[in-house]
C-alpha cells in the first residue's frame, strides 16, 4: 500500500509536469489543433519544458516540504526565488510578485492587486502537492487548499478552483472518485453548478470540442477546472486524460496540467508514458528535483 501511494503522490507531480508540457505548444489553439497520439513538440524554452503552472507547483511542494503546511510567508518567498519571467507568468501574479518585493505584507498584496480578487486558475494549476500530502485528511486537505490559494486569488471562484482541484487529486491517491469528490466539498453555488455540468459531460461521453463549448476552456476556475476534471475523471488512461485536455484547445496547458496532476494520482507515475517522462526537462528544478521532492514529502 505505501509504495501504491507514493506512485499516486508522484504521479500527481510528473503529472502536472508533462501535461503542462504537452499542452504549452497548443496553448490558444481551437479545439481538436492537437494530434494523436500527442507527443512532446518544442515550447517556449525548448522541448520538454515547463512554463509558470510546474514552476509554482514545485515552490509549493518545497513549502509542504520544509514546513508541512502552506506557511504564506515561505511559500511568497520559494514563489520569488523560483520565479523564471521566461515560464510566462501572467500579469496579475507578476504584479503581486512586484508588490511582495516592494514590501506589500503578502496577506495585502493580492487583495491590492484586484479589488475582488482574482478568479483566474494560476491557484488551481499549482494546488496537486496539497492534494496528494493531505490525501487522508480531507478537512486539512481543503483548509490547506484554500490557504495556498489566497496567497495570490482572493476571489471566491479562484479560491473555490484551487480546493476543487486539491479535493481531486486527493480522492485519486485514495482511488475515490475525483470529480464526485470536488462536488462534495465544494460550497460556491457557481462553481458547483460548474462541476455538476462536468459530471453530465462525464456521463454524455463527449468529444473535447462538446466539453470546451460546454465549460469553456479559458484561464477562469469556472471554466478550466472542471473541463480538467472532466478529462482525468472519464479517462482511462493518463494518456487519454492528457490527449483530451489538450484537444479542449484554450488554457492548454493548465487544463492539462491540472488533468494530468489528477489522472497522475489515479494512475499512479508508472503509467506515464515513457516517451513523454523521459523527454521533461532535467537541470536544478527538472524531473529528478521533482522526483526527489516526492521522495522527502511521501517515501
Known sequence: MR???FDRRLGALLGTFVGDVLGMPFEG????????????????????TYTDDTEMMIALAEVLSEAGECEEELLARRFLEGHDPARGYGAGTLAVFSLWRAGVPVADAAGRTFAEGSYGNGAAMRVAPVGAHFADDEERLVAEGARSARVTHTHALGIAGAVAQAAAVGAAVRGDDPLETAIRVTTEPTFRAALDRAAAAVLA???PEAVAQALGAGVGALESVPAALC???????????????VQMGGDADTIA????????ARFGASSIPSRWLDGLEEGPRGRSYVEALAKQLWA
Open 3 to 5: 509504495d501504491d501511494r
Open 29 to 48: 489553439a481551437p479545439p481538436r489543433s492537437a494530434p494523436e497520439p500527442l507527443e512532446l513538440l518544442p515550447a517556449r524554452l525548448g522541448r520538454g
Open 205 to 207: 461521453d463527449v468529444g
Open 231 to 245: 478529462a482525468a475523471t472519464r479517462a482511462e488512461s493518463f494518456e487519454e486524460a492528457c490527449t483530451y485536455s
Open 257 to 264: 496540467a491540472m488533468a494530468g496532476a489528477v489522472a497522475g
